[in-house]
């Protein structure tokens, strides 16, 4: 749960981005250890805390229960990472094998690995057990594991009806445990989590809006101290059924329209545009599928342009001449870990990812983040441009929406993200690469632009004479439809296979033919048996007529 959290970063104090994200106080003065604050300092390079940190870790320190809502990149990690350590320093005495998991002082799991072991592994000692974090809470919940954590919380003798007695025998009333609740996005879920784990908590983070609604809904006690901490009673949390999504306020973000045809070309021209106007970035592009990652990745790292060299003093050169790297969950764990170093830590590089860089991940300086495949959910949204622009620095960021998608901007709005139109055209009127301005001005279609048909033509030819590139782009593109087709809920209204047309995504996939969906063919083939059963069984039917 709190796994690819990197270091920190030297941060000058004091401009206006950082007063919005760092507090004018000191680590000290929130009640931590000195040795601490200088380990923060010295090793982590944390001069202040940030906002989150300088409201959370004094309540932390105190014992209560905590709900945070704060943005993407606020610092939310040190915020119940250091007070907790600051107690684990303050033992008087030497841990004991007997202590439990004091041995292991600090356990990170996930909920179905920790409800196995808790309930199998008759050596994992826990009534000792003072710290229950949820970080990234929304989304524990949103892949399912509610029922784990409600066993979870029942086993460790932390839910809140189970405090009375109900618990598992584990359980060890001496031991005053506290509950800690973390997420960027707060919905019902996380509201119910919230109730049966938090008691009486004090919630951080939950702005003006939230709180006017939560009180006009609901007639409680409310208490607001000089560091605007609130606290709310767990009732009015379950009585909720607004979601508030937190987003850097300093992130731009955007919206471009793109017919599905050109997708590709659409991205490349981008991709070509920013690097080459700004050569130190780094970008991240977020796609649906591992197959569309290794496509993509291919074809961007083996591309070259010219197409052909028409003379021999023309030498064909990388088309994007920038360093692409990819990150998804079907590459050795071995790779992931290199991709991740490396993109750490370079100053300039592209990464083409799936989701799995979507929460969690902290890469430094990571300057625009580009959804070429939507995210579906809005929480993905929220954590997908939520690599960006963090700890107060500038981030932008551009979904791609076909215009039969449009209505996923009305989606996002009912969560107040609001997006801006950034028009395609606009865009490759000002693209100063590629000579064909003259001509570009007699066209105002898209899919006519002659700078697009060109490169989409020049592709086309490269992945037909490349068979491994084709076979890449020919599982890509079936794994992308799959992916269209397994939207849930509402969104499956919006993204709907139906309405495109699956010649123009194979062109977006290079491909100048639509290979054949697996899938269809199989459901052909069911079709097709069971037409013939019933045939068969008709033309049974019949000779036994005819026979009686
Ligand atoms: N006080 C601080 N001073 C300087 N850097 C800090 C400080 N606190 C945290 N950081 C750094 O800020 C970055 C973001 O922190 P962190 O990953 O904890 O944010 P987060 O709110 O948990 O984000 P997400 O919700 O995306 O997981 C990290 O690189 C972290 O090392």
């Keep these: 749960m709190m796994a690819g959290k990197s270091g920190g970063r030297k941060v000058k104090v004091g401009d206006n981005s950082d007063s919005e994200v760092f507090a004018s106080c000191s680590f000290s003065s929130l009640g931590l250890h000195p040795t601490l604050c200088e380990q923060l300092k010295e090793r982590l390079g944390f001069e202040v805390p940030t906002q989150v940190q300088a409201k959370a870790i004094p309540v932390v320190l105190s014992g209560r229960h905590v709900l945070v809502n704060a943005a993407t990149g606020t610092g ?8 907790i350590i600051h107690h684990l320093q303050n033992l008087d005495r030497r841990i004991q094998r007997s202590d439990g998991t004091f041995g292991v002082s600090i356990l990170v799991a996930t909920p179905g690995r920790l409800l196995d072991h808790l309930k199998n592994t008759s050596s994992f000692l826990h009534s000792k057990l003072q710290w229950v974090i949820f970080d990234e809470a929304d989304r524990i919940l949103e892949l399912g594991y509610g029922k784990e954590i409600e066993d979870i919380l029942d086993y460790l003798g932390t839910r809140q009806h189970a405090l009375v007695g109900k618990g598992n025998s584990a359980f060890s009333p001496e031991v005053k445990k506290q509950n800690l609740l973390l997420s960027a996005t707060l919905n019902e879920k996380v509201n119910h989590l919230a ?10 983070g939950l702005d003006d809006k939230i709180l006017q609604t939560l009180n006009h809904n609901h007639a409680v006690s409310q208490e607001s101290d000089m560091s605007g901490r609130l606290e709310v009673s767990t009732c009015v949390l379950h009585g909720t059924s607004d979601e508030e999504y937190k987003l850097p306020v300093q992130l731009s973000q955007r919206y471009m329209k793109v017919p599905c045809g050109s997708r590709l070309v659409v991205l490349l021209s981008i991709l070509k545009n920013l690097f080459e106007k700004e050569a130190s970035q780094k970008v991240v592009v977020f796609f649906s599928t591992c197959d569309a990652v290794d496509f993509h990745f291919s074809l961007f790292s083996e591309f070259q342009w010219p197409p052909v060299s028409q003379s021999e003093a023309e030498v064909r050169q990388m088309f994007l001449r920038c360093k692409t790297l990819r990150l998804h969950g079907n590459m050795k764990h071995e790779d992931r870990k290199t991709t991740f170093q490396t993109f750490k830590t370079e100053k300039s590089a592209l990464l083409l990812s799936t989701d799995v860089s979507a929460r969690g991940l902290d ?7 580009i959804q070429y495949d939507s995210p579906g959910e809005a929480t993905e949204y929220v954590h997908r441009v939520g690599r960006t622009a963090r700890l107060g620095e500038k981030g932008d ?13 009305k989606d996002l709005e009912k969560h107040g993200v609001m997006l801006t139109e950034y028009s395609l055209l606009k865009l490759l009127g000002t693209v100063p690469l590629y000579n064909l301005k003259h001509q570009v001005k007699k066209f105002v279609s898209v899919d006519m632009h002659p700078w697009l048909l060109t490169l989409q033509r020049a592709l086309e030819s490269y992945i037909s004479s490349e068979p491994r590139m084709k076979k890449l782009a020919q599982d890509a593109f079936c794994a992308w439809v799959r992916a269209y087709t397994a939207h849930r809920g509402e969104l499956k ?35 097709k048996r069971k037409r013939d059963e019933k045939q068969r069984g008709n033309s049974r039917k019949k000779r036994v007529i005819t026979k009686s």
């Design 195 to 204: 109730k049966i784990s938090l008691e009486n908590p004090v919630m951080i």
């Design 76 to 83: 939310k990690t040190v915020a119940y990472l250091a007070p």
């Design 363 to 369: 890469f430094p300086k990571v300057r625009c983040i």
């Design 397 to 409: 960021s551009l979904l791609f929406l076909q215009p039969v998608e449009l209505d996923y901007l």
């Design 493 to 527: 209204r919006i993204f709907m296979v139906k309405k495109l047309h699956l010649g123009h995504i194979a062109k977006s996939f290079a491909l100048k033919d639509q290979p054949s969906l697996v899938n269809k063919s199989i459901q052909k083939q069911i079709k």
